[in-house]
Protein backbone atom coordinates (compact mmCIF):
# COMPACT_ATOMS: atom_id res chain seq x y z
CA UNK A 1 0.00 0.00 0.00
CA UNK A 2 1.20 3.50 -0.83
CA UNK A 3 1.88 5.47 2.04
CA UNK A 4 3.35 9.38 2.51
CA UNK A 5 5.45 10.68 5.20
CA UNK A 6 5.80 14.46 6.21
CA UNK A 7 8.39 14.16 9.25
CA UNK A 8 7.92 18.05 10.33
CA UNK A 9 4.43 18.68 12.45
CA UNK A 10 5.64 22.21 12.71
CA UNK A 11 7.56 24.56 10.76
CA UNK A 12 8.00 28.80 10.99
CA UNK A 13 9.49 31.18 8.63
CA UNK A 14 9.55 34.92 9.03
CA UNK A 15 7.88 36.74 6.90
CA UNK A 16 9.59 37.16 2.98
CA UNK A 17 11.97 34.22 3.34
CA UNK A 18 12.19 30.99 2.77
CA UNK A 19 10.88 27.52 3.96
CA UNK A 20 10.47 24.05 2.71
CA UNK A 21 8.40 21.38 3.66
CA UNK A 22 9.55 17.78 3.46
CA UNK A 23 7.18 14.95 1.94
CA UNK A 24 8.51 11.30 0.91
CA UNK A 25 6.59 8.91 -0.30
CA UNK A 26 6.57 5.26 -0.80
CA UNK A 27 4.92 3.41 -3.99
CA UNK A 28 6.33 0.87 -6.40
CA UNK A 29 4.25 2.46 -9.38
CA UNK A 30 6.15 4.50 -12.13
CA UNK A 31 3.17 6.95 -13.05
CA UNK A 32 1.29 8.52 -10.45
CA UNK A 33 0.75 11.92 -9.02
CA UNK A 34 1.32 14.04 -6.51
CA UNK A 35 -0.26 17.15 -4.56
CA UNK A 36 0.24 19.85 -2.15
CA UNK A 37 -2.73 21.14 -0.20
CA UNK A 38 -3.16 23.76 2.24
CA UNK A 39 -5.53 23.50 4.65
CA UNK A 40 -6.09 27.57 6.62
CA UNK A 41 -8.16 27.77 9.64
CA UNK A 42 -10.80 27.99 7.45
CA UNK A 43 -10.47 24.43 6.88
CA UNK A 44 -10.67 24.75 3.53
CA UNK A 45 -8.74 22.33 1.51
CA UNK A 46 -6.96 24.22 -1.32
CA UNK A 47 -4.39 22.60 -3.93
CA UNK A 48 -1.28 24.14 -4.22
CA UNK A 49 0.26 22.44 -6.84
CA UNK A 50 0.68 19.15 -8.41
CA UNK A 51 3.30 17.26 -9.97
CA UNK A 52 3.13 13.88 -12.62
CA UNK A 53 5.49 11.58 -12.22
CA UNK A 54 6.36 11.37 -15.65
CA UNK A 55 7.46 14.96 -16.10
CA UNK A 56 11.01 15.56 -15.23
CA UNK A 57 10.70 19.40 -14.78
CA UNK A 58 9.13 20.43 -11.49
CA UNK A 59 6.49 22.33 -10.82
CA UNK A 60 5.77 26.26 -9.93
CA UNK A 61 2.84 28.23 -9.20
CA UNK A 62 3.91 31.57 -8.41
CA UNK A 63 6.06 31.83 -5.17
CA UNK A 64 5.61 28.18 -4.48
CA UNK A 65 7.50 25.25 -6.16
CA UNK A 66 8.20 21.56 -5.94
CA UNK A 67 11.75 19.74 -5.50
CA UNK A 68 10.65 15.86 -6.74
CA UNK A 69 13.35 13.26 -7.00
CA UNK A 70 11.72 10.28 -8.06
CA UNK A 71 14.50 7.89 -7.43
CA UNK A 72 14.62 9.07 -3.55
CA UNK A 73 10.69 9.40 -3.63
CA UNK A 74 10.97 12.35 -2.30
CA UNK A 75 8.51 15.58 -2.74
CA UNK A 76 9.18 19.21 -0.98
CA UNK A 77 7.24 22.15 -0.91
CA UNK A 78 9.28 24.98 -1.33
CA UNK A 79 7.93 28.60 -0.68
CA UNK A 80 9.73 32.29 -1.64
CA UNK A 81 8.51 34.97 0.10
CA UNK A 82 6.76 34.08 2.53
CA UNK A 83 3.28 35.88 3.42
CA UNK A 84 1.52 35.99 6.61
CA UNK A 85 -0.96 34.35 4.59
CA UNK A 86 0.93 31.45 3.41
CA UNK A 87 0.73 30.13 7.55
CA UNK A 88 -1.69 27.06 8.15
CA UNK A 89 -1.82 22.91 7.79
CA UNK A 90 0.01 21.81 4.34
CA UNK A 91 -0.89 18.43 3.63
CA UNK A 92 1.08 16.19 0.84
CA UNK A 93 -0.67 13.97 -1.12
CA UNK A 94 -0.64 10.73 -3.48
CA UNK A 95 -2.46 9.70 -6.26
CA UNK A 96 -1.78 6.62 -8.58
CA UNK A 97 -2.77 6.75 -12.07
CA UNK A 98 -6.37 6.24 -12.79
CA UNK A 99 -6.75 5.19 -9.49
CA UNK A 100 -9.64 7.12 -7.13
CA UNK A 101 -7.89 7.63 -3.59
CA UNK A 102 -5.74 9.82 -2.78
CA UNK A 103 -3.26 8.85 0.21
CA UNK A 104 -2.10 12.12 2.71
CA UNK A 105 0.23 12.58 4.73
CA UNK A 106 -0.09 13.51 8.21
CA UNK A 107 0.95 17.54 7.93
CA UNK A 108 3.04 20.32 8.58
CA UNK A 109 1.68 23.34 10.40
CA UNK A 110 3.77 26.55 8.86
CA UNK A 111 3.98 29.54 11.41
CA UNK A 112 4.48 32.81 9.70
CA UNK A 113 5.85 35.53 11.78
CA UNK A 114 6.13 39.15 11.20
CA UNK B 1 -20.98 28.56 -9.50
CA UNK B 2 -20.50 27.18 -5.94
CA UNK B 3 -18.06 24.05 -6.29
CA UNK B 4 -18.61 22.16 -3.76
CA UNK B 5 -21.08 22.36 -1.03
CA UNK B 6 -21.64 20.50 2.11
CA UNK B 7 -24.47 20.78 5.06
CA UNK B 8 -24.74 21.31 8.06
CA UNK B 9 -21.24 22.83 9.23
CA UNK B 10 -21.09 21.92 12.38
CA UNK B 11 -23.15 19.05 14.40
CA UNK B 12 -23.52 17.29 17.82
CA UNK B 13 -25.12 14.06 18.27
CA UNK B 14 -25.51 12.19 20.81
CA UNK B 15 -24.40 8.47 20.70
CA UNK B 16 -26.98 6.63 18.82
CA UNK B 17 -28.40 8.94 16.68
CA UNK B 18 -28.49 8.64 13.14
CA UNK B 19 -27.82 11.74 10.55
CA UNK B 20 -26.97 12.21 7.11
CA UNK B 21 -24.36 14.74 5.69
CA UNK B 22 -25.33 16.51 2.33
CA UNK B 23 -22.94 17.17 -0.37
CA UNK B 24 -23.04 18.25 -3.97
CA UNK B 25 -21.22 19.58 -6.83
CA UNK B 26 -22.27 21.78 -9.71
CA UNK B 27 -18.86 21.53 -11.86
CA UNK B 28 -20.46 18.11 -13.78
CA UNK B 29 -17.80 15.74 -12.21
CA UNK B 30 -18.13 12.02 -12.19
CA UNK B 31 -16.04 11.12 -9.07
CA UNK B 32 -17.09 11.71 -5.57
CA UNK B 33 -15.80 11.30 -2.34
CA UNK B 34 -16.17 11.70 1.94
CA UNK B 35 -13.34 11.68 3.91
CA UNK B 36 -12.68 12.41 7.78
CA UNK B 37 -10.11 14.36 9.16
CA UNK B 38 -9.04 13.61 12.66
CA UNK B 39 -6.02 15.01 14.32
CA UNK B 40 -2.49 14.08 13.56
CA UNK B 41 -3.69 11.40 11.11
CA UNK B 42 -4.32 13.55 7.96
CA UNK B 43 -7.68 12.62 5.71
CA UNK B 44 -8.41 9.37 5.08
CA UNK B 45 -11.11 8.25 2.56
CA UNK B 46 -14.33 6.90 3.39
CA UNK B 47 -16.19 6.32 0.49
CA UNK B 48 -16.00 7.02 -3.10
CA UNK B 49 -17.87 6.98 -6.00
CA UNK B 50 -16.81 6.89 -9.40
CA UNK B 51 -19.89 7.65 -11.34
CA UNK B 52 -23.68 7.82 -10.57
CA UNK B 53 -25.06 4.55 -9.46
CA UNK B 54 -21.96 3.51 -8.38
CA UNK B 55 -20.21 3.51 -4.60
CA UNK B 56 -17.10 1.82 -3.70
CA UNK B 57 -15.63 1.35 0.11
CA UNK B 58 -12.60 3.28 1.01
CA UNK B 59 -9.96 3.21 3.71
CA UNK B 60 -12.74 3.29 7.24
CA UNK B 61 -16.39 2.25 5.67
CA UNK B 62 -17.06 1.25 8.89
CA UNK B 63 -19.96 2.76 10.44
CA UNK B 64 -20.88 4.81 6.76
CA UNK B 65 -23.22 4.06 4.55
CA UNK B 66 -23.36 6.53 1.28
CA UNK B 67 -25.16 7.29 -1.44
CA UNK B 68 -24.86 8.78 -5.06
CA UNK B 69 -28.47 10.25 -5.93
CA UNK B 70 -27.40 11.50 -8.90
CA UNK B 71 -24.52 12.86 -10.66
CA UNK B 72 -24.40 16.20 -8.35
CA UNK B 73 -25.00 14.59 -4.87
CA UNK B 74 -23.30 12.24 -2.51
CA UNK B 75 -24.57 11.99 0.60
CA UNK B 76 -23.00 9.85 3.48
CA UNK B 77 -25.12 8.63 6.38
CA UNK B 78 -24.75 7.56 10.06
CA UNK B 79 -26.80 5.13 11.34
CA UNK B 80 -25.65 4.73 15.09
CA UNK B 81 -23.36 7.49 16.17
CA UNK B 82 -20.43 6.71 17.84
CA UNK B 83 -17.77 9.10 19.88
CA UNK B 84 -15.11 7.58 17.74
CA UNK B 85 -16.86 8.87 14.69
CA UNK B 86 -16.48 12.46 15.94
CA UNK B 87 -14.33 14.06 13.25
CA UNK B 88 -14.59 16.64 10.62
CA UNK B 89 -15.88 14.89 7.23
CA UNK B 90 -14.88 16.60 3.88
CA UNK B 91 -16.85 15.86 0.60
CA UNK B 92 -14.59 16.14 -2.34
CA UNK B 93 -15.26 15.47 -6.35
CA UNK B 94 -13.35 15.26 -9.13
CA UNK B 95 -13.62 15.76 -12.76
CA UNK B 96 -12.22 13.34 -16.02
CA UNK B 97 -11.18 15.33 -18.08
CA UNK B 98 -7.88 15.74 -17.37
CA UNK B 99 -6.25 12.85 -16.36
CA UNK B 100 -4.72 13.14 -12.80
CA UNK B 101 -7.27 16.37 -12.15
CA UNK B 102 -7.26 17.39 -8.42
CA UNK B 103 -9.98 17.02 -6.42
CA UNK B 104 -11.88 19.92 -5.48
CA UNK B 105 -13.15 20.18 -1.89
CA UNK B 106 -16.24 21.25 0.16
CA UNK B 107 -15.64 23.15 3.19
CA UNK B 108 -16.24 20.44 5.45
CA UNK B 109 -18.57 19.53 8.75
CA UNK B 110 -17.51 19.35 11.93
CA UNK B 111 -19.09 16.74 14.03
CA UNK B 112 -18.96 15.56 17.35
CA UNK B 113 -20.62 12.59 19.13
CA UNK B 114 -21.12 12.77 22.70
Known amino acids: AQTVTQSQPEMSVQEAETVTLSCTYDTSESDYYLFWYKQPPSRQMILVIR??????QNATENRFSVNFQKAAKSFSLKISDSQLGDAAMYFCAYRNTGFQKLVFGTGTRLLVSP | NAGVTQTPKFQVLKTGQSMTLQCAQDMNHNSMYWYRQDPGMGLRLIYY???????DKGEVPNGYNVSRLNKREFSLRLESAAPSQTSVYFC?????????????FGPGTRLTVT
Open chain 2, 92 to 104: ASRGEARTGAEQY
Open chain 1, 51 to 56: QEAYKQ
Open chain 2, 49 to 55: SASEGTT
